[in-house]
């Protein structure tokens, strides 16, 4: 049997009278986590073929199926240039595709808004699909020339990443709301 926590660990994040999330931390962690996920090209991983899955637009579409009303509808297009200033793909293309994503997301989300963690799943898999072959074509037409069997490693990885990063949403989305403020 594992040794109990301290109190004061079993103790933190509950519910206590005259305490309230706060406003900056619920406000700021699903920018930060996108952005951080944004960082991921930068990870030293030397492969001849793309494996690391888009982690930025993972968690954009995480936070979107977990928090719909959470970022604007125009988030894509911040959050977009900032991934694009660390991806490498030409500037405008995470624009686009993550403003489309969150246009989509929004109206899906009026559409058909009780879904189950399997339906989210198979939302996030054709969004990520349409995304890498989207962004490949974007590249091919700044001058790359690769075609599109290349992303079928990538496509494989990010889809079976997706559980893993929607349950990292649903953790920091926890986090964010902990109740640390006094009233």
């Given amino acids: ?22 406003p900056v931390l619920a406000f700021a962690t699903p920018w ?11 990870w030293p991983v030397i492969a001849s073929a793309p494996v690391l899955p888009p982690f930025g637009f993972l968690l954009l579409v995480g936070w979107q199926q977990l928090r719909p009303g959470l970022f604007p509808v125009w988030a894509g297009w911040p959050l ?3 991934d694009d200033l660390f991806s490498g793909q030409p500037i405008g293309s995470a624009v686009v595709l993550w403003s489309l994503t969150m246009l989509a997301l929004d109206f899906l989300e009026h559409g058909f808004p009780w879904r189950g963690f399997l339906l989210n799943w198979l939302v996030a898999s054709a969004f990520i699909a349409a995304y890498l072959f989207l962004a490949l074509q974007f590249a091919n037409l700044a001058g790359s020339a690769a ?22 949403v649903g953790l920091a989305d926890k986090f964010r709301l902990i109740p640390i403020r006094s009233i």
Avoid: H
């Fill in 1 to 22: 049997m594992p040794p109990p926590l301290p109190s004061a660990l079993r103790q933190f994040g509950k519910p206590r009278i005259n305490r309230t999330a706060s």
């Fill in 32 to 42: 930060l986590l996108v952005m951080l996920g944004s960082l991921s090209p930068s």
């Fill in 80 to 82: 977009g240039m900032f």
């Fill in 147 to 168: 075609g599109a069997m290349v992303l079928l490693p990538q496509l494989a990885v990010a889809i079976l990443a997706y559980p893993i990063t929607a349950r990292l």
